[in-house]
């Protein structure tokens, strides 16, 4: 799995976006963007993933850029609860590989919401 | 909405005892996996399971751990003889052969004495 780069940590004030970038230069054609956050030792939580084009639900957006070489996570109104650590993965899904891949997990971009 | 669960919640025991962590995933799953996250660090990546046997693993899960399937419904890790350096929050998640996305429980935070 491709090697990711995320800021150490960020602050946004709360009912603003917040906008989390992640490198990852080496991604593979075949390997997807997954962002994930855990909230104060709670079982971590998928957000969204990607492979080229931008991807948007109730959560979040995932803007990835056009060479696939880094993303934007963005919470476009950010609350108090959305204080967590934010991981950025990439991977080869277990769809396509069929056996059960791993989530390797970074140290994620600790994102604190100000009132 | 569906859910991981994981019992017990939190369990404390002696060095060298045998413990079993006990995970449900959700119904239609069938991939499984085990993580741990010791205090203060990542969260690592134990083993994966799918189709009755182990997918991958990592180094961590040695001859001391193993993982069940005993049923349809529960899937359990065990650890043979505990060590101090066990002690950590074990997850449990679980996924949809189509479908990308992990769903975790809430942790067992496992503590050895």
């Known amino acids: 799995d491709a090697k990711t780069t995320q800021p150490t940590s960020m602050d946004c004030a709360e009912g603003r976006a917040a906008n989390l970038p992640c490198n990852h230069s080496?991604?593979?054609?075949?390997?997807?963007v997954y962002w994930y956050r855990q909230i104060h030792s709670q079982g971590p939580q998928y957000i969204i993933h990607?492979?080229?084009n931008n991807e948007t639900n109730e959560m979040a957006s995932l803007i990835i850029t056009e060479d696939r070489k880094s993303s934007t996570l963005i919470l476009p109104h950010a609350t108090l609860r959305d204080t967590a650590v934010y991981y950025c993965?990439?991977?080869?899904?277990?769809?396509?590989?069929?056996?059960?891949?791993?989530?390797?997990f970074g140290s994620g971009t600790q994102l604190t919401v100000l009132p | 909405e569906p859910e991981v669960t994981q019992t017990p919640s939190h369990q404390v025991t002696q060095m060298g005892q045998e413990v079993i962590l006990r995970c449900v995933p959700i119904?239609?799953?069938?991939?499984f996996y085990w993580y741990r996250q010791i205090l203060g660090q990542k969260v690592e990546f134990l083993v994966s399971?799918?189709?009755?046997?182990?997918?991958?693993k990592s180094e961590i899960f040695d001859d001391q751990f193993s993982v069940e399937r005993p049923d349809g419904s529960n899937f359990t890790l065990k650890i043979r003889s505990t060590k101090l350096e066990d002690s950590a929050m074990y997850f449990c998640?679980?996924?949809?052969?189509?479908?990308?996305?992990?769903?975790f429980g809430p942790g067992t935070r496992l503590t050895v004495l």
């Open positions: 998640a679980s996924s949809e052969v189509v479908r990308h996305e992990q769903f």
């Open positions: 080496t991604i593979s054609g075949n390997e997807y």
């Open positions: 990607g492979l080229k």
């Open positions: 993965i990439v991977r080869v899904p277990s769809r396509n590989s069929g056996s059960a891949r791993q989530l390797t």
């Open positions: 119904s239609n799953h069938l991939y």
């Open positions: 399971f799918y189709n009755n046997e182990i997918s991958e």
